[in-house]
T-cell receptor, first 115, second 113 residues
């Protein structure tokens, strides 16, 4: 079975630009969650997609948006980038929203730097 | 709301020393508790988990016991190795929030040879 892969691994953008990050979920997993990990902090939940529908959102502004495709891969889009958006963005996949004892499998992350 | 508090780091130990990283939580209902580890330049890997009170999770010599009375899930290892150097995150999932993980701030562990 394949793991969770994210692309690109590193990215530098200018304030005000837009960015798209991509995630391929683990084989057989239909649920993808995105997290933002600022330097020296724990990951913060952005949103989750289950079977192509958004299923819950954390405390992030609307300029953070996402998509999930029929093959369950996912995109995270951020518009009007701000310096504070600089972080490691992590994607995690689970099966059927997951149960309380289900392991979430994480990708290696995309390091976004906004200058 | 749900939250996780971890001891601040960095924690610096010599090889073969005993490790404890404290974690306490606040949650409604009966959360599941996890420890994730992040090696340099990598994503998160599940280290161990416990899904109900008094459960003990264990993996690779690490252990943590779900203590409902003290709302704690402290990570321990009897003898650390240089290869254990990483950032450790305590996290929880509760039924009210599906499988959205709530993480602590992380604790950096440095093990010297």
């Amino acid at each position: 079975e394949t793991g969770v892969t994210q692309s690109p691994t590193h990215l530098i953008k200018t304030r005000g630009q837009q960015v798209t990050l991509r995630c391929s979920s683990q084989s057989g997993h239909n649920t993808v969650s995105w997290y933002q990990q600022a330097l020296g902090q724990g990951p913060q939940f952005i949103f989750q997609y289950y079977r192509e529908e958004e299923n819950g959102r954390g405390n992030f502004p609307p300029r953070f948006s996402g998509l999930q495709f029929p093959n369950y891969s996912s995109e995270l889009n951020v518009n009007a980038l701000e310096l504070d958006d600089s972080a490691l963005y992590l994607c995690a996949s689970t099966l059927d929203l997951g149960q309380l004892n289900t392991e979430a499998f994480f990708g290696q992350g995309t390091r976004l730097t906004v200058v | 709301g749900n939250s996780v508090t971890q001891m601040e780091g960095p924690v610096t130990l010599s090889e073969e020393a005993f490790l404890t990283i404290n974690c306490t939580y606040t949650a409604t209902g009966y959360p599941s508790l996890f420890w994730y580890v992040q090696y340099p330049g990598e994503g998160l890997q599940l280290l161990l988990k416990a899904t109900k009170a008094d459960d003990k999770g264990s993996n690779k010599g690490f252990e943590a016991t779900y203590r409902k009375e003290t709302t704690s899930f402290h990570l321990e290892k009897g003898s650390v190795q240089v290869s254990d150097s990483a950032v450790y995150f305590c996290a929880l999932v509760s039924l009210e929030y599906g499988n959205k993980l709530v993480f602590g701030a992380g604790t950096i562990l440095r093990v010297k040879s």
